[in-house]
Nanobody
C-alpha cells in the first residue's frame, strides 16, 4: 500500500504562483508513475500533469502547458507541481496519484490507471 500526502495549497491572486508537494510512503517509488489531477465540486476529476518513474518523461494537460511544471525527487519520495501564472479557472482540489505499474518510462493521463490517491489540497485563485 502507498500513502500519499499533499501539501502547499492555498489562496493566491490571479497571476501568482504556488508549489504543491506530495510525499509518498513505501518502497519502489522510482518505478511509480506519478500524476496530478484536480477536481471542482460537481465536476469530474481531470488530469493535470504526469511524470514517469525515472523522471525523464512528462506530459501536461493543454490547459496548464507552459504554466505548470511537474518534478520529482526519488531520493525523498516526493513529487511536486510548480504552478505559475495562475488563473481563477485553476481553482480546484488538487490530488496526487500513483500508478504502480507505470515503470520508469511511462506516463498516463487516464484516471483509472492510478492505484492510490492523496487526500487532496485546495487551491483557490482569486481574480
Amino acid at each position: 500500500q502507498v500513502q500519499l500526502v499533499e501539501s502547499g495549497g492555498g489562496l493566491v491572486q490571479a497571476g501568482g504562483s504556488l508549489r504543491l508537494s506530495c510525499a509518498a510512503s513505501g518502497r519502489g517509488f522510482s518505478t511509480y508513475t506519478m500524476g496530478w489531477f484536480r477536481q471542482v465540486l460537481g465536476k469530474e476529476r481531470e488530469f493535470v500533469a504526469v511524470i514517469s518513474g525515472g523522471g525523464g518523461r512528462t506530459y501536461y494537460a493543454d490547459s496548464v502547458k507552459g504554466r505548470f511544471t511537474i518534478s520529482r525527487d526519488n531520493a525523498k519520495n516526493t513529487v511536486s507541481l510548480r504552478m505559475n501564472s495562475l488563473k481563477p479557472e485553476d481553482t480546484a482540489v488538487y490530488y496526487c496519484a500513483v500508478d504502480r505499474d507505470g515503470g520508469r518510462n511511462s506516463v498516463t493521463s487516464r484516471t483509472y490507471d492510478y492505484d492510490y490517491w492523496g487526500q487532496g489540497t485546495q487551491v483557490t485563485v482569486s481574480s
